[in-house]
């Protein structure tokens, strides 16, 4: 089994690293791979709303960029945590690009699988930030994987995150609820539990 894990942050080592560091422990103690994708700081492209890559499970209007090789491994993972820091009470705005285009593109790639995300701030923001990164999560029938405080890390900097001994204790407990559920869906499957199949065709407008 594999969980990918998406660092949101424009640095490659600080913070919200560090966070998803501390969720990896357990589940790479536990035999399960993790593999972190970054953002990284370089300009990406939002989402359009052409409506192709619907059709075609990828994203093909800016199809150069990083997003369809993250779909294919989100794809072949088991799990996924997508940790970010946090901007004016919200995700990275590079990460709410990818994940905008990932969402709209690959729909098949997150159903049914357990998924958490996971914020690191200074002081604030955290919860707007958790709930904007989770209505992602909710969209597709994906259980959310918790732990025993909202999944949050705090600290200006690396050194300050390491005394937020409750908040790596949150993404430790975080990482063995990951182990848990996937151990849970495997030994469902081996007993012939698929996941349910949705219903689908009704759109209602509001403005009706």
Known sequence: MKV????????????TALALAEVAKPIQEAGIETE???????????CIGCGQCGRKGKCVVFPNDFVNEWLDKIRAADGLVIGSPVYFSSPSGRLI?????????????FEHKPMASVVVARRAGTTAALDV????????????????????????????????????QTMRNLGRNMVWMLRCIEAGREKGIEPPA?????????NR
Do not use: C
């Open 4 to 15: 990918v894990m998406i660092n949101g942050s424009s640095r490659k080592n600080g913070t």
């Open 36 to 46: 972190i994708l970054h953002v990284g700081g370089k300009p990406i492209a939002g």
């Open 97 to 109: 690009a990818a994940l905008d285009r990932m969402f709209y593109a690959g729909g098949d790639a």
């Open 133 to 168: 990164l989770n209505k992602y999560l909710t969209y597709y029938q994906t259980p959310l994987v918790s732990s025993t405080y909202w999944n949050m890390v705090h600290g200006p900097g690396p050194e300050q995150i390491t005394q937020d001994q409750e908040g790596l």
């Open 198 to 206: 949705a219903e689908s065709g009704a759109r209602t407008n509001f």
